[in-house]
């Protein structure tokens, strides 16, 4: 009798524990788990090289292409505010394919945009589709690596997000300069690796959560008492490093105009590639070195990118300009390693999505609000001052960040 009384326990305990099939998944879907998130933030830069031509044939100022910029913000944060919750409250899956959705639709408005209003649409749709996967998305990559993963987890969600942020760019740039209709082919080709993406999170070994998070459905998204020290020293050096690799995809393209003389959509692209392939390598190589120092480098990194872009600017040297591209791409990466890391330690499963949207809401704020500032500030008073006044200000942030770090050592010793 005690044999058929031992498999009802262990039903009873397999219904009660929370998505625990993906920690006996193979190494290589965890691998393709981040594929989702890699093809959405493609389209996230995507469209990067290709304002040029929109400002061309719509006309609109940098003042209104740093307002379109942020209207993917405003639906990133917007997204943030419910996906996280949604996620950890129903599953991965239920999130990311309708996130997935409004990624296609996106591309549609893009392929056939013939106004502002059209750009915003379509900018609005890419941030609440990045929402998503920046949450739930990134969450279901430490689900499907399971307990036993989790720093693989973080450092492959977080090159997934930088990695795709970089290629968008370049591969619109290149195809934009190279291929017919330069608008639309793009799109055409994103949609095709949104719809593999789709195919990804359809067959990916997830379960749906069994313990249910509580609280309002639409809230501004928090961590577990006694872990918000883990999530602010994240945001101190994750913030300034998005906000610069921000400013560079917005108004990088106007500098290198201004510098070089050009409006190459292939240099445009290019830079922002190496500048995201900065921040994917600069992962890899500190994988493995404590959490503190890898808060404390990105700090660094975000300063020095800083004062090369205030040197670039007033010595009209496109070599200082892209190492100002690389450190800002370095110094993201490492806040968002150390900051998901963070978070992948400390925070339990039925959490972690509305930390992860926590953790971004927190980094994509500034990320919205200085880019915008300065681009009107750039129209009123020239590019070079308006560069200068937004890299002073976001100089002394990744100084604080990285003070803030240093002064705190509890909460981001690694695990023995």
């Known amino acids: 009798m005690s044999e058929p009384r031992t498999a009802s326990v262990s039903a009873v305990e397999g219904r009660r524990r929370p998505e625990t099939a993906q920690a006996v998944a193979p190494l290589w879907w965890v691998w393709l788990a981040a594929w989702p998130v890699t093809a959405v933030f493609v389209l996230s830069n995507a469209a990067t090289p290709l304002y040029v031509l929109w400002q061309r044939d719509i006309g609109f100022s940098k003042g209104t292409l740093t ?16 996906s996280g919750v949604v996620s950890d409250r129903f599953g991965r899956k239920p999130v990311l ?63 997934a997000m930088v990695f795709g942020a970089g290629l968008g760019p370049l591969l619109a740039g290149v195809l934009s300069e190279k291929a017919p209709a330069p608008t639309v082919t793009v799109f055409v080709v994103e949609t095709v690796l949104l719809a593999t993406a789709v195919l990804t999170v ?30 602010t020293l994240g945001i101190a050096v994750f913030a300034p490093g998005i ?12 500098l290198l105009a201004g510098l070089l003389g050009t409006t190459s959509r292939i240099v445009a692209g290019a830079m922002a590639f190496v500048m995201f392939l900065a921040a994917t390598g600069v992962q890899f190589a500190v994988q493995r070195l404590k959490r503190r ?29 892209i190492a100002s591209a690389l450190l800002a791409g370095a110094g993201q990466g490492m806040g968002q390693l150390g900051g998901l890391s963070l978070l992948n330690s400390s925070i339990p499963p039925q959490r972690l999505a509305e930390a992860n949207a926590a953790f971004n809401v927190g980094g ?24 200068t006044v937004f890299g002073t200000v976001l100089m002394g942030l990744a100084v604080i960040g990285g003070l803030v770090v240093r002064a705190t050592r509890r909460q981001v010793t690694d695990p023995a």
């Open 364 to 387: 994509y704020i500034p990320a919205g609000i200085l880019p915008v500032s300065a681009g009107y500030l750039s129209d009123a008073v020239g590019l070079t001052d308006g560069a």
């Open 243 to 254: 906000t610069a690799t921000s400013f560079v995809l917005s108004l990088g393209p106007s």
């Open 97 to 159: 394919l309708p996130a997935l959705g409004l990624a296609l639709a996106a591309c549609l408005i893009f392929a056939t945009a013939t106004s502002v209003a059209a750009l915003i649409v379509a900018r609005l749709f890419t941030g609440i589709a990045v929402g998503a996967v920046v949450s739930a998305g990134m969450a279901a990559v430490t689900d499907v690596a399971g307990p036993e993963r989790k720093r693989i987890a973080a450092l492959l969600a977080s090159c």
């Open 67 to 82: 307002v379109v910029f942020a209207f993917y913000i405003v639906g990133l944060i917007g997204s943030l505010l419910v």
């Open 202 to 231: 359809l067959r990916m070994p997830l379960r749906r959560p069994e313990a249910h998070a509580k609280g309002a459905w639409i809230r501004v998204p928090g961590v577990p008492r006694g872990n918000g020290r883990q999530l």
């Open 293 to 321: 120092t890898i808060l404390t480098a990105g700090a660094v990194s975000t300063t020095l990118s800083m004062i090369a872009l205030i040197t670039a600017v007033h010595t009209s040297s496109v070599p200082v300009l």
